[in-house]
């Protein structure tokens, strides 16, 4: 089955820019999505096939994704950022597969 | 305003069966497929199924450790969504996400999930 791999936890500086990694074999030919969710919340998409953002996500989140990973921008990180993101992709077998889940921490 | 919103989420021993809704409103249901998706406590996002349109026969995909055990249907007359699970166990223990999905368009094949509801949770104890 196919796996996506996410470091457990990123820390950033508020205003700083915050770097999400998701890694699987060639993910760059698979489109990719991002959920944010905050706790006792439910998942927020805030970026869909790569690097489009739904209406009402913030211009600071952006998306890239290329090669074996794709990667999901902060820039200007605010505090209300502070949350768990999750990487998503396709599979031929399992429509939907998600990562393991980073926890941005805003310090 | 979309909304869904789940019930009938309980505590079950293993073995047990259980049937959750998900109420729909605030857009038009049957354009879109649907699907569930869980999470058990302190852990990641868990994809269990999906339910296509009618235009897609109302066909379904279910994750493999569900596979057999979970049944995922529709009723377009009420704008609701359901999950069969029978046979369940401890590590079904989770809250159960009823989701939306939407179609790319510029990118037919495609579709994500663009609308979650707040989840109910689904205990398996004995």
């Known amino acids: 089955s196919y796996e996506l791999t996410q470091p457990p936890s990123v820390s950033v500086s508020p205003g700083q820019t915050a770097s999400i990694t998701c890694s699987g074999d060639k993910l760059g030919d698979r489109y990719a999505c991002w959920y944010q969710q905050k706790p006792g919340q439910s998942p927020l998409l805030v970026i869909y096939q790569d690097k489009k953002r739904p209406s009402g996500i913030p211009e600071r989140f952006s998306g890239s994704n290329s090669g074996n990973t794709a990667t999901l921008t902060i820039s200007g990180t605010q505090a209300i950022d502070e949350a768990d993101y999750y990487c998503q992709a396709w599979d031929s077998s399992t429509p939907y597969v998600f990562g393991s889940g980073t926890k941005v921490t805003v310090l | 305003e979309m909304q869904l919103v789940e019930s009938g989420g309980n505590l079950v021993q293993p073995g047990g069966s259980l049937r959750l809704s998900c109420a729909v409103s605030g857009f038009t249901f049957s354009d879109h497929y649907m699907d569930w998706v869980r999470q058990a406590p302190g852990k990641g996002l868990e994809w269990v199924g999906r339910?296509?349109?009618?235009?897609?026969?109302?066909?379904?995909q279910y994750a493999a450790s569900v596979k057999g055990r979970f049944t995922i249907s529709r009723d377009e007359s009420k704008n609701s969504l359901f999950l069969q699970m029978n046979s369940l166990r401890i590590e079904d223990t989770a809250v159960y996400f009823c989701?939306?999905?939407?179609?790319?368009?510029?990118?037919?094949?495609?579709?994500?999930?663009?609308?979650w509801g707040k989840g109910t949770t689904v205990t398996v104890s004995s």
């Open positions: 339910i296509r349109d009618k235009a897609k026969s109302y066909t379904t």
């Open positions: 989701v939306r999905e939407t179609q790319s368009p510029d990118t037919s094949w495609y579709y994500y999930m663009d609308v």
